[in-house]
């Protein structure tokens, strides 16, 4: 009988030192003999949400066919290997979208279903996001209870109206108050393993060297399988603290304000170019799932009317927002689609992460829910019908994937979100604007077969 299974160890154990505390993946010495105490150890659900601004180029975006047999557009290629793990969405709409002018109404309501009320500033008001719901009714069960990412620091500006803000969070606690996100990697990191903050600098020990004895003693402990799991994931922590070292000493080049944007400061610090940023932020939120350090998280791959160029992707030479408004020209259509691929290729490379790891009888992937999708369809409109949207991974494993799934037209994209919220046990009536749910479809692949 192996180590692992004669000395059974919380879920919850950490490894300490003074000042870090690291959490750890699921064990099999995690696992209980109990069918009861087994049923309370499986991996849990996570949650992951990658916003992308300024929609898509619409006719490179939807695939042909529906139900299973579909090919992939030039946009999803990307996917081709994560193909039976995600689902594609037609006909949605971001209802709550629909009373507001330009971007900022609907990234506020794109996760809360909830239409912004128009302020320069005072009185902010949107609505609880899906994220935020679920993290208050589970988020006690981790040292977290959600994360919030980004790429671009917050402004506070005027434009059409709209304070700006809302254009910076897609994540909101409360009606009134937007969930603070984090752009830099190293607080980021330093948030999840660093149980302070306070002074800390650049000469300060990795998170790994201060909990070493514990990790050494721990290991002792533990059957080869988890000796090796142990490692393999410690190994991991230590890659994504010396690529942070390393980013901290380069530069963002690729910020250039635009329009409304034009006074906001160009961020510097750690950050690095775009693509390691953004790589940096994925890694994150996958460390934080595998040590279990929360299980929800959101991701924005920029705020709406974002100025950076994306000239660093090849055959595109302007930003995404004015791309975006390609007003029909066929060179500006080429680099949108070119940007929205990009991004694409950003979310394959979380899902290719997640599938690698194993976890039971399965993938950290199977027994998650990663969404990916814009406010908007195309940018050019500022539309909010037909908005982009992506569902990776099988939930509790009632998620039928690898589909792509046509609703009935004008589809609240509330209706899916009450279907996530079915995945945790919650039988919602509605959340935000929703009509009902896609139970049927999401769950079921009766009408992929008829």
Known sequence: MSKANRWPISRRTLLRGAGAMVGLPLLEAMLPRSLRAAEQAKPPIRLAIM???????????????????????????????????????????????????????????????????????????????????????????????????????VHNLVDMGYSTVYGCHVSW????????????????????????????????????????EDAVRLRRDLGGTDRQKLDEYLDSVRELEKRIDLATHAEDRNWQPTGPQAEFVRPTGPYGDYTTHVRLMLDIILLAFRSDTTRIASFMFANDVSGRNFSFVEG??????????????????????????????????????MKEIREAEGSMLDRS???????????????????????????????????????????????????????YG?????????AGSIDRLLFSDELDRA
């Open 51 to 153: 916003y992308m601004p300024n929609g898509v180029f619409l006719p490179a975006w939807y695939p042909g066919g529906r139900g299973k047999d579909y090919p992939l557009s030039s946009i999803l290629e990307p996917l081709g290997e994560l193909k039976h793990d995600v689902n594609v969405f037609s006909n949605f709409r971001n209802s709550a979208g629909l009373m507001g002018d330009g971007h900022y109404a609907k990234t506020s309501s794109w996760l809360t279903g909830r239409t912004a009320v128009r302020t320069s500033g005072k009185g902010i008001r949107a609505g609880i996001s899906i994220d935020q719901f679920i993290a208050e009714k589970f988020g006690r069960q981790t040292p977290l209870a959600s994360i919030e990412l980004g790429i671009d620091p």
């Open 173 to 212: 606690r409360t009606p009134t108050l937007p969930a603070a996100k984090e752009i830099d990697p190293q607080q980021a990191f330093d948030r999840l393993f660093r149980s302070s903050q306070f002074g800390r600098t650049s000469s300060d020990k990795s998170v790994l060297d201060i909990v070493h």
């Open 316 to 353: 595109v030479s302007d930003g995404f927002h004015p791309l975006s408004h390609h007003e029909n020209n066929p060179t500006k259509q080429e680099q949108y689609k070119r940007i929205n691929r990009y991004h694409i290729e950003q979310y394959a490379y979380l899902l290719g992460k």
């Open 369 to 423: 829910m990663v969404l990916f999708g814009s406010s908007i369809s195309d940018g050019n409109a500022h539309s909010p019908f037909e908005t982009p949207t992506l569902l990776a991974g099988r939930g509790d494993g009632r998620i039928v994937s690898g589909r792509h799934i046509v609703t009935p037209i004008h589809t609240p994209l509330c209706n899916l979100y009450v279907s996530m919220l079915s995945c």
């Open 426 to 434: 919650i039988q919602a009536e509605s959340f935000g604007d929703s």
